[in-house]
């Protein structure tokens, strides 16, 4: 099986991009399966009922989120009513939505985690220890665990923890693409896929808005920087069976 997991989507340019790229990408790849972090892709920040319905309409068929999934007041009851729109288990219980989607193809489930790193974030709970709890009520033996997180310590350590216990370990959050895809024990594993978003920005934000707050230290509205977009993520192939990853292909396609 193919899973294709594209990076953080940001803004409506962000959106565009991917509505524009992402089925070529999946037939590209031949992937039965598309996943995509959409905590970015409303104006601003967050994702709203508009930016989620383009990532859907796209072609994807999870969405996962992280640290601004709820910055958008609409976007809450939207957690209730869609399964396939996920947010970070470890926000808790008491909150809008779930940490899990469970997707059957008949003869094979297939699992998707959202987890949310502690290091350099908002407090949350334990990422590992609810990633522990997770898997001991999961069937599945496919499972893509998203963990959106600053630390490049933190992925690391959460990629080792939870090797030979997942299909893969994916981070997202920090919009840069790394270069350390790799299978350990069976899990495919990379700190981050990368953004889907302006290529001539700082993380999808006008370059010139940070540059100033950095020499003035006045804080300025983030505004989205606009031109070519990158698409980034990988392409995982999944044995079904045994539910290990087989290769870990990353891609950054320009448009």
């Known amino acids: 099986m193919k899973i294709v997991f594209i990076g953080d989507v940001v803004g409506k340019n962000g959106c565009e991009a991917l509505e524009k790229e992402l089925r070529k990408i999946k ?42 999934a709820f910055n958008k007041y609409e976007i809450f009851e939207e957690f209730d009513r869609c399964d396939r729109l996920i947010r970070p288990a470890n926000f808790g219980t008491e909150i809008a939505g779930k940490g899990v989607c469970e997707l059957d193809f008949g003869s094979f489930m297939v699992c998707v985690i959202n987890l949310i790193g502690t290091a350099f974030m908002q407090p949350s ?14 069937d599945a033996r496919v499972i893509i665990v998203d963990f959106h997180a600053e630390a490049t310590s933190e992925k690391r350590a959460m990629g080792f923890f939870l090797a030979g216990k997942v299909t893969a370990m994916l981070g997202t959050h920090t919009h840069v693409q790394t270069a350390d895809e790799q299978i350990i024990d069976g899990t495919g594993y990379i700190t981050d896929v ?14 010139n808005i940070i540059i100033e707050k950095f020499l003035t230290y006045r804080h300025k509205k983030h505004v989205f920087a606009g031109g070519e977009c990158l698409v980034s993520g990988v392409c995982l192939d999944v044995d079904v069976k045994s539910g290990k990853c087989l290769s870990i292909e990353r891609f950054c396609r320009r448009t």
């Open 27 to 68: 037939s590209d790849f031949g992937a039965e399966l598309v996943i995509v972090n959409g905590e970015n892709s409303a104006e601003g920040n967050g994702i709203d009922k508009r930016s989620e319905a383009a990532i859907f309409d796209a072609g994807a068929d999870v969405i996962t989120t992280g640290n601004h």
């Open 194 to 207: 990368g953004m889907t978003g302006p290529a001539d920005s700082v993380l999808g934000v006008d370059k």
């Open 125 to 138: 709970d334990n990422p590992f220890k609810c990633a522990e709890e997770l898997l001991k009520g999961i």
